[in-house]
């Protein structure tokens, strides 16, 4: 089969497209015959061997997936060969065909084809873990999204939304904030152009914002975490800047606020059966039309570097999506 393959840390131009072997399932494992998988911030980290999870070299990038079950591990029993399903994995996505634990795979609606499944997971699973199991996100809460127009970003607007808060959206362009408006923001910042704090207490009339996503990271955290509410909740998605910032911790302290790290991924290997609730209230929400998610662009497998380099250029508005013919 053919894989994307990963044989020295780097930048995209790196990556080598190549015939591996074929895989073969674990006991409690599929493999997937990949139709499409979806391009994640995390993917440009972990070529360069910057991201938390270092795979020995050499290694296949991609975590987001969505295909047709080609083999079954022998204790398997709710998915049988030939199902469609989505799912994700720490990487190995970008090939043909990939192991997947069974535990991380769902069965794909009908009515969803494969680049939209594709881009679900990771997406949604972060943003909803992020701002119902460790953001506690109230009816009638402020959020403020930072990086609001990316692919966890404006699910965490889409979401932020339907969950009842009035939803900041920040971003580095006007033509991205008009994107975020699609999907609910109520209000929105444009930090190329205006103050971070200041513009916070503006549109929060001083009282600041209830809880703060944060995929960012870099300069914006700072100013962000100073317009945060009383008992404010700071989420640590990730950093997208490329720099991890230091906070003084003075400010949690003078705003009883505090900052909470979100690993959506260790959570879904920890937590499966919690996982599974969620992903199910996010699937049901998708059947009602509540759930949009917005592809910029559609790439073939022999074409990632060039989506990964799009990635990097933060030109990205919603979800990049690799196809695998």
């Known amino acids: 089969m053919l894989a994307i393959r990963c044989k020295e840390y780097g930048p995209p131009s790196s990556l080598v497209l190549e015939e591996v072997e074929s895989p073969t399932p674990g006991s409690k494992e ?34 987001d997936l969505a295909g047709i079950i080609k083999k079954v591990g022998k204790d398997v029993k709710h998915l049988s060969v030939g199902d469609e399903v989505f799912g994700f994995v720490a990487f190995g996505a970008l090939a043909e065909e990939v192991v997947v634990s069974a535990n991380s795979c769902f069965p794909k609606p009908k009515s ?4 939209v499944a594709a881009s679900f997971m990771m997406a949604y699973g972060t943003s909803f873990y992020a701002l119902k199991d460790r ?46 408006k699609k999907y609910g923001a109520d209000k929105t910042i444009n930090y190329k152009k205006e103050d971070l704090k200041s513009k916070i ?21 700072e100013a962000a975490f100073r317009g945060i509410a009383w008992k404010g909740r700071y989420l640590v998605i990730g950093f997208a800047a490329g720099v991890i910032p230091k906070i003084p911790l003075n400010l949690p302290l003078l705003k009883g606020a505090s900052v909470v790290g979100v690993f959506w991924g260790g959570f879904a ?40 380099e799009e990635m990097l250029a933060r030109k990205v508005k919603g979800k990049l999506i690799v196809e695998v013919n």
Not at 279 to 291: A, I, N, R, V
Request: aromatic letters at 6%; a neutral charge.
């Open 201 to 221: 207490k503006e549109l929060t009339k001083n009282r600041g914002a209830d809880v703060i996503y944060d995929p960012v990271g870099g300069n914006y955290s």
């Open 112 to 115: 969803m084809d494969f680049p």
């Open 269 to 308: 290997m920890k937590n499966p059966k919690e996982n599974m609730k969620n992903t199910q209230t996010l699937m049901q929400w998708y059947h009602e039309g509540k759930l949009k998610p917005h592809i910029h662009r559609i790439y073939e497998l022999k074409e990632t570097s060039k989506a990964l």
């Open 30 to 63: 599929v493999v997937v015959s990949v139709k499409a998988c979806g391009i994640n911030f995390p993917d440009t980290l972990i070529i360069q061997g910057l991201y938390q999870i270092k795979p020995d070299l050499p290694f296949t990038p991609g975590s």
């Open 135 to 180: 953001g506690q996100l109230k009816e009638g809460e402020t959020l403020l999204v930072l990086g609001a127009s990316g692919g966890v970003g404006l699910a965490a607007v889409e979401l932020g939304k339907l969950m009842g808060a009035t939803v900041i959206a920040a971003a580095s362009t006007d033509e991205k904030l008009a994107l975020c």
